[in-house]
């Protein structure tokens, strides 16, 4: 059922120790679709690596505790992050968006990147959301996040869809 997938996704994500992750954010601008992609490794529970591509700029990062290094590719110097937070490792936001899923929807089986998966529906408010350390929804609005979950458990994918307004732009902000 869906209910023991989301089980069994909680058993795994709470047994990660290391990872790779790839999160994909796009966000409509005034003129043109703003797409950002980080590409990563990360080990619980606080470090970090991974390359961020906003347009045609791209830049590594590295982050440990609240220290941080990045440079910009192709052929940048590593220097330290002044003011860095502490590195925020997707298994916990992961770990936190499967704490607060409840009620989940059976949407079938799905296939990512040549895996078979079977994808569930969960419904979590703004307040979760923002708790999750995902996204920060608007207040009031329910979010529907869909994760798609292979036979063991693992999440192949999570996804994230919040309407937005800004001033007379409308769109919706996507998180994969």
Request: hydrophobic share 45%; no cysteine; charged share 25%.
């Amino acid at each position: 059922t869906a209910q023991d997938r989301l089980a069994d996704a909680r058993a795994q994500a709470a047994a990660l120790s290391s990872f790779a992750f790839r999160s994909v954010t796009e966000l409509p601008g005034k003129t043109a679709l703003q797409r950002t992609v980080i590409d990563g490794r990360a080990a619980v529970p606080d470090r970090v690596a991974y390359t961020v591509t906003i347009g045609g700029t791209k830049a590594d990062v590295v982050r440990i505790a609240d220290k941080g290094y990045s440079r910009t590719l192709p052929n940048g110097r590593w220097a330290p992050e002044t003011g860095t937070a502490k590195a925020a490792v997707p298994a916990v936001v992961l770990q936190r968006v499967l704490a607060a899923a409840d009620d989940p929807v059976d949407k079938g089986d799905v296939v990512f990147d040549g895996r078979t998966g079977r994808m569930v529906e969960v419904t979590l408010t703004a307040e979760e959301v923002r708790t999750t350390g995902l996204l920060d929804a608007q207040g009031g609005s329910d979010v529907p996040v869909t994760l798609a979950l292979d036979p063991q458990g693992r999440v192949l994918r999570l996804a994230v869809e919040l309407p937005l307004q800004a001033g007379a732009t409308q769109g919706v902000l996507r998180q994969v």
